[in-house]
């Protein structure tokens, strides 16, 4: 059953209450049904992403220019998946562990912990089986043999899909005939109730854009409203406890991190034929690209990284990549008001620094390849979303990035950067060129750094509350009946995507969920 906000009753009981109908909150839903257990998932947005309600991600930046997130974000049926790129990857092992030279890193949970929900995530993005055994693959015939690797980087497995699962067209009518999934659009929370101890929520306060209220009132409660705005609900909901719920040590909101993306090396190839050493995607959803060895990171206290070769495009593919871009997105950017003209102007500076990259090159044996390098961000408890003294439309305190990177992150990069140009001359491929000014830091409000539109770590997952915000099991430490499901209870990022982990992340969750005993 789908219904809008303006049409819910002034009181909503149920077992389980989720925000937010992204690939987090959705996937818990469509889990807790097959596990037969009733659930709310309430949607800010309506059916398809809108600029009134995609307004209300407006987040100010203080530090590191980065990513606009009314450009990033969107608030609809099936929320952000309505912009991803498809590429997916699981973790590997050493993300989730516990690395001496990373300060803040380890999960609570390890790769094996994950692996029967990865499973669970590939059915529900619709690919292929979960096989990341590089050797299995070639010898089924889905890939075609290695690409460049030594012993410092090897061939890492992704899977893409051009044309990728957008949760609310494809999940939509399933929702519609669900007897256990009540969903409500135009639903968007306003506050979190708890009791007068503050250790158990007791309801939702929800409002529509147009000011209709209603409560939920629920034995428990997902919070799936991505990394910023799952930080900023916490934050906002003061009546109890001052500094919010969950805050109790000053963590939520903290470890904001991204995936730093460079494009500034560039790869001089001796051959152009050497190119095809260097990405490859193949017809059955596979795609072989490269990575840091987990052997080489520790040897040489690295951060983990891949990259691609870029391809060169035709004239006018810019162009028509713009034109793909759905057309509430499209018109949601192209409608700001003057006033946000200069944050939205850095999505045209993140393009122009594709220049190169769709440009045609042919017919020479010797050519310049620029790099994409996609890297991990250290854990930084001083990069973090706080709340602005400005409000929303609907009364909520808006919430400010302030994203930072730190010297790990810089002399990783760097570092990374001799070693791939060793192994690259090693093999006779090419020259890697990258200067340091292309590794340093920005400044707050100085250059602009793409943050590849990943979002992670305000609510990192963790056994001590004094170091993290929800425990193993996901649920927000001091809170007997919260629980946060996204990216923003990573604690560490790899350099993988984050919608498969996110997915994988979200079955487990719906499991503890359906398994355990409610609340009291």
């Keep these: 059953m789908i219904r809008r906000g303006s049409d819910a009753p002034a009181q909503i009981r149920t077992d ?50 980065t990513d606009p997130s009314v450009a990033n974000r969107v608030r609809g049926l099936g929320g952000t998946s309505a912009l991803w790129g498809g590429l997916c990857r699981r973790l590997d092992a050493m993300d989730m562990a516990r690395r001496p030279w990373v300060p803040g890193s380890g999960w609570p949970i390890g790769l094996e912990d994950l692996l029967p929900h990865y499973d669970t995530a590939h059915n529900i993005l619709q690919l292929p089986a979960a096989q990341y055994d590089l050797d299995q693959l070639r010898s089924s015939g889905a890939d075609k043999g290695p690409l460049f690797a030594d012993r410092d980087f090897q061939n890492a497995v992704f899977y893409y899909d051009s044309t990728p699962v957008r949760f609310g067209p494809h999940y939509g009518p399933h929702l519609e005939s669900s007897s256990r999934i009540r969903t409500f659009l135009d639903a968007t929370v306003v506050d979190i109730v708890a009791d007068d101890t503050g250790t158990h929520v007791t309801a939702l ?21 991505g990394a910023i705005q799952s930080a900023r609900l916490l934050l906002n909901a003061d009546s109890v406890h001052k500094t919010g719920l969950g805050n109790q040590h000053d963590m939520v909101g903290r470890n904001f991190l991204q995936h730093p993306v460079f494009y500034g090396p560039r790869l001089l190839l001796f051959n152009a034929s050497d190119r095809q050493r260097l990405r490859r995607t193949n017809t059955s959803k596979v795609a072989i690209l490269t990575a840091l060895a987990p052997r080489a990171a520790a040897e040489r ?52 620094e594709l220049q190169s990259v769709l440009t045609p090159q042919s017919g020479v044996a010797t050519l310049y390849v620029p790099l994409e390098i996609r890297a991990e961000q250290a854990p930084n408890t001083d990069s973090r979303i706080i709340l602005d003294t400005a409000r929303d439309e609907l009364g909520l305190r808006r919430a400010v990035m302030d994203w930072r990177l730190n010297e790990l992150d810089r002399v990783s990069m760097e570092n990374g950067m001799r070693l791939l140009g060793g192994s690259m001359a090693r093999q006779g491929i090419g020259r890697v060129q990258a200067g340091p000014r292309q590794w340093a830091i920005p ?30 099991n996901c649920r927000v430490h001091g809170l ?8 923003a209870v990573f604690p560490t990022t790899g350099y993988a995507n984050p919608t498969l982990t996110i997915v994988a992340l979200a079955a487990r969750l719906a499991g503890h969920l359906a398994q355990s005993a409610p609340a009291a």
């Design 16 to 65: 389980i209450c989720i925000v937010g109908s992204g690939p987090a909150g959705m996937t818990v839903a469509l889990e807790l049904e097959r596990l037969g257990v009733d659930c709310v998932l309430l949607e800010s947005g309506g059916r398809v992403p809108d600029q009134a309600h995609t307004a209300l991600n407006e987040t100010p930046q203080i530090g590191i220019r």
């Design 205 to 225: 306060d929800v409002s529509t854009l147009q000011g209709k209220r209603f409560q939920v009132h629920a034995r428990r409660f997902v919070l799936a409203a």
């Design 301 to 352: 206290q690295l951060l983990n990284f891949h990259f691609f070769v870029q391809e060169p495009q035709p004239p006018g593919e810019r162009e028509r990549l713009l034109r793909t871009l759905p057309a509430a997105i499209r018109r949601a950017v192209q409608g700001l008001p003057a006033a946000r003209v200069g944050e939205v102007g850095e999505v045209p500076e993140y393009l122009s």
């Design 443 to 472: 400044q707050a409000q100085g250059r602009f750094l793409h943050g590849g539109n990943h979002q992670y770590g305000t609510t990192r997952m963790g056994d001590s509350p004094r170091s993290s915000v929800v425990d193993r």
């Design 480 to 487: 007997a009946n919260l629980y946060i499901a996204g990216s």
